[in-house]
């Protein structure tokens, strides 16, 4: 749904798509964290929230439910005389700076020489969302507002928490209502008026592609979940390294990207374990908005037209960071050719009508899907919203232009932290880019406890992660 098309429908009943009903999309929430090096002013963010979806995206502010018929979901959107409370809205202070309650590494990523390691996001989870939160939609009491946000204000910085169930936004509509309501914040509410190769798998393969997972469950059970980071300079070094070497094999044409190697290293760090090779679904998420003729790219949109790459090949220990780069790229750039976006969303639609679940995997193989948000975030600047000490003025800029007014200077992008996962099952099949900021690429990291030891055995003796 595009911010603009909502407007027109306040309090009328809206279907959801097939693509925001299939499971588990229909029942998980997505938690983003925001945070932010600098305290901002709480009433300001509140009362432009209220303005945002009183005025311009009622659909925040809607009740998700069953239509009672055929079990479809709907959103029952507030109508305009609506003057209760259309969010959920929470914060607490904490005496100490950011820093001081050691819950993420130092902020010198970019001087650092290796990985640095951090808390994981169900950590950071607990000391950043109140407990009463849902995590899942059928965790909502009947109050429960269908969107929740937290704040948690530092002496010297503020973490501002959204929740919200993904059948109305995904990460990259998290985004583009984010950017919404921060134009509400700084007064620039005209902005937001503008006009507005997959098949579906047997029962039988679907038992095949879950008995696949057995095994490894079975002899590894435990798992360790970290915040990973890498350093953009590690990674920038790693891509120009394994890029000459794809040039001199395949030819100078394919250009593999800083996410591919973030990618490749996620996958390749899971299986440091694996010592006999077996074949590996690689998925990563990919947009196709503004790569196909019917999908427009001149406007946000809270839902965009997410699709997955899909690279297959055999993994072990012996598989080098190169060989997946390669492959993840080829994946990508065959996931968008027109066609195959018109078969991944036809598809899309069937899975999602039979409510199956998200999952691309051969019976007997295994899967690892990747999430990179970190294009999303792009332009986030919550700086209008800088809570100063009295007497300290704006840090402004002066146009080039004679009698301009002075411009407002924005901060660095703020660090964005979040999952959207299904709880109390296994992570260690997937992982999230969350953001790129700070000097650093932050993951979501999770690996078997006995893989995780590797991991650190590499890294002490390989920090550049040049060996593997």
């Known amino acids: 749904m595009k911010p603009d098309e909502s407007s027109t429908v306040r309090g009328q009943i809206l279907q959801l798509d097939p693509k925001d009903r299939w499971k588990p999309i229909d029942y998980i929430r997505n938690i983003v964290f925001f945070v932010l090096r600098h305290p901002i002013r709480e009433d300001i963010l509140r009362t432009s929230l209220d303005n945002l979806i009183r005025n311009h995206l009622p659909v925040l502010g809607s009740k998700i439910q069953s239509d009672g018929k055929q079990g479809v979901l709907v959103c029952h959107l507030p109508t305009p005389s609506h003057d209760g409370p259309l ?7 904490v005496q100490t700076t950011l820093a001081a309650s050691q819950l993420l590494p130092a902020s010198n ?6 990985v640095t390691w951090g808390k994981s996001i169900v950590d950071l989870e607990k000391e ?4 009463t939160w849902p995590r899942a939609r059928y ?3 009947p109050d429960t507002a269908t969107f929740l946000v937290h704040l948690t204000q530092y002496e010297d910085a503020t973490v501002v928490c959204t929740n919200i169930p993904h059948a109305i936004v995904d990460q990259l509509g998290s985004s583009s209502f984010v950017r919404a309501w921060l134009q509400v914040a700084h007064l620039s509410e005209k902005e937001l008026q503008r006009k507005a190769t997959y098949r579906v798998t047997t029962a039988k393969e679907r038992a095949g592609i879950l008995l696949g997972f057995v095994p490894e469950l079975i002899l590894q059970p435990s798992e360790t979940r970290r915040l990973l980071v890498f350093p953009e300079a ?3 070094n790693l891509r120009e390294k394994h890029q000459a070497k794809i040039a001199s094999t395949h030819g100078a044409k394919l250009q593999v990207t800083n996410g591919d190697i973030v990618a490749a290293l996620l996958l390749k760090l899971t299986h440091l374990h694996r010592k006999k090779p077996k074949m590996i679904m690689l998925t990563g998420t990919v947009n196709a908005r503004g790569r196909h003729p019917a999908l427009m790219v001149d406007q946000p949109y809270l839902h965009n037209a997410v699709m997955y790459s899909t690279a297959h090949f055999s993994i072990s220990r012996d598989t080098s960071v190169c060989d997946i780069a390669y492959n993840n790229r080829l994946a990508v750039i065959e996931a968008l050719k027109p066609e195959n976006v018109d078969r991944a969303f036809a598809v899309t639609r069937e899975i999602a009508l039979r409510g199956y679940t998200i999952h691309v995997c051969e ?4 899967s690892f899907t990747i999430t990179n948000w970190t294009a999303a975030w792009h332009g986030i600047d919550f700086s209008k919203c800088r809570d100063r000490p009295a007497g300290e003025d704006e840090e402004l800029v002066a146009d080039t232009e004679q009698h301009a007014e002075p411009q407002h200077v924005p901060t660095s ?4 932290f979040g999952h959207s996962l299904p709880r109390g099952r296994p992570t260690r099949f997937n992982a999230q880019i969350m953001c790129k900021a700070e000097g650093g690429y932050w993951c979501d990291f999770t690996s078997s406890t006995k893989n995780m030891a590797l991991v650190d055995q590499l ?10």
């Open 87 to 93: 969010f959920g809205w929470s914060s607490r202070r």
């Open 109 to 114: 990523i970019s001087a650092s020489q290796g």
């Open 128 to 131: 950043w969302t109140p407990t």
């Open 139 to 141: 965790e909502d009491k």
């Open 234 to 236: 590690l990674i920038a």
């Open 363 to 366: 019976p007997g193989e295994l």
């Open 413 to 416: 992008s703020p660090l964005v």
């Open 459 to 468: 890294l002490s003796v390989d920090p550049s992660l040049e060996s593997i």
